[in-house]
């Protein structure tokens, strides 16, 4: 199994920076693609981005892509998001999700396997 706890969110105003991070534990957590999401309120959880478990592919939603950059160290158990360049429309809980079963880039939130708890991420305008 794998834990996830992410941190990082706040209110920041659009044009600015954001760094999230999702502290993991758990044996397979090395082994896991890790994913970020994020929810709106009202709306479906979506898709931000994904990193291989190496580290040394990435994917992003074409809403983000530019603009956040998502990272891992299985060394520290910790995966990141970056966000730079934050809009008003990126305002969300963003969470951290592991897929321990698959090598490949899942998009819908049914395909991962572990979640976090969240993390409030509100840009103003």
């Known amino acids: 199994q794998v834990q996830l706890v992410e941190s990082g969110g706040g209110l920041v105003q659009a044009g600015g920076s954001l760094r999230l991070s999702c502290a993991a534990s758990?044996?397979?957590?090395?082994?896991?693609?890790m994913g970020w999401f994020r929810q709106a309120p009202g709306k479906e959880r979506k898709f931000v981005a994904a990193v291989s478990w190496s580290g040394g592919r990435t994917y992003y939603a074409d809403s983000v892509k530019g603009r956040f950059t998502i990272s891992r160290d299985n060394a520290e158990n910790t995966v990141w998001l970056q966000m730079n360049s934050l809009e008003p429309d990126d305002t969300a809980v963003y969470y951290c999700?592991?897929?321990?079963?698959?090598?490949?880039?899942?998009?819908?939130?049914?395909?991962?396997?572990?979640w976090g708890q969240g993390t409030q991420v509100t840009v103003s305008s």
């Open positions: 758990g044996r397979t957590f090395s082994r896991s693609t």
């Open positions: 999700a592991a897929d321990e079963r698959t090598l490949g880039f899942k998009t819908t939130p049914g395909e991962y396997d572990y």
